[in-house]
């Protein structure tokens, strides 16, 4: 059974830091890619950052700077780091994991980040 499962989530003040996890199982995690995307209340989806099988790392513009994406293919788990938390930041985060061979794309259940004083 594939499983993706997030974590770390929480209700942070402004200027704090989370690291979120995702810990997966049922496929071959250390040939998939990797990425994090986040929903905020009454927004659509949003791409945040990923990271290649070759562990090259990519974010979307406006998250350069505060995100780190990584991951530990001997525990099967993908990180982000987020630094310097605004409410802005407030999303359920999600990870995915595709692939193009074999073709999948698989979701975990997202985890919530709430930035607030």
């Known amino acids: 059974e594939v499983q993706l499962v997030e974590s770390g989530g929480g209700l942070v003040q402004p200027g704090g830091s989370l690291r979120l996890s995702c810990a997966a199982s049922g496929f071959t995690f250390s040939m998939s890619d990797l990425t994090w995307a986040r929903q905020a209340p009454g927004k659509g989806l949003e791409w945040v950052s990923g990271?290649?099988?070759?562990?090259?790392?990519y974010y979307a513009d406006s998250m350069k700077g505060r995100f780190t994406i990584s991951r530990d293919n001997a525990k099967n788990t993908v990180y982000l780091q987020i630094n310097s938390l605004k409410p802005e930041d407030t999303a359920v985060y999600y990870c995915?994991?595709?692939?193009?061979?074999?073709?999948?794309?698989?979701w975990g259940q997202g985890t919530q980040v709430t930035v607030s004083s």
């Open positions: 990271i290649d099988n070759d562990d090259r790392t």
């Open positions: 995915t994991a595709d692939s193009e061979r074999p073709p999948y794309d698989y």
